[in-house]
């Protein structure tokens, strides 16, 4: 890859940041083939804050308030909520995480953050896991943060379950994903549409 004058690493700099926040110094480093030094530099000059103030930023923003469990009991941070459609959410392997000899997540942390997603994107006060269709893509390891993306795919109008498809990501790349039935108490108002189908393609905005 050609280096990159200043002013185009900037753009570019500006560019990772607007398509996907929660890239850290470390990833931006390895993208745009500088050192983690420059990659702070760059930052300040652009007054782009760190990875931590862009999560409190997002997390301050309005979204809808969780319904279906309290917000202590969802793993993980959500930074995004829009009931019955979609919701993001970020969570951070750390040392209790993590299999001692060989520093990799165990499976049922990552599971569940996107089932707790799952439930928490429902919009009603009683909701629960009825099945789950889950891939683990690839190992996590300490220290990564996983960023679960969830997708209601059909809101409840049949038998009072909704379908929703949770991706999850550690940078760009994938590392989990899983097709939930989640059973509420209340059906979703009548007329919304049923996305039956959609669950085979990767909807990543």
Do not use: W
């Amino acid at each position: 890859m050609e280096r990159l004058s200043k002013r185009e690493r900037h753009q570019q700099l500006n560019k990772l940041i607007e398509e996907n926040p929660f890239l850290t110094d470390r990833e931006l480093t390895r993208l745009l083939k500088v050192s983690i030094q420059t990659i702070r530099l760059d930052r300040l000059e652009l007054s782009i804050p760190e990875l931590r103030e862009r999560l409190k930023m997002m997390a301050e923003r309005s979204y809808d308030s969780v319904r279906s469990l309290p917000l202590d009991e969802v793993i993980g941070e959500i930074v995004d909520l829009q009931l019955d459609k979609s919701g993001i959410s970020l969570f951070e392997i750390r040392e209790e995480h993590v299999f001692s000899r060989s520093g990799i997540a165990r499976g049922h942390y990552v599971f569940a953050q996107a089932n707790s997603l799952a439930v928490a994107v429902i919009n009603d006060e009683v909701a629960l896991t009825a099945s789950a269709d889950i891939r683990f893509v690839r190992p996590v390891r300490l220290g990564e943060k996983c960023i679960a993306k969830a997708y209601v795919r059909s809101s409840g109008s049949q038998r009072g379950l909704s379908k929703v498809e949770v991706f999850t990501y550690v940078g760009e790349e994938k590392v989990f994903h899983g097709n939930f039935v989640i059973y509420r108490s209340h059906t979703a108002i009548a007329g919304e549409t049923e996305a039956e189908g959609g669950t085979s393609f990767e909807n990543r905005h």
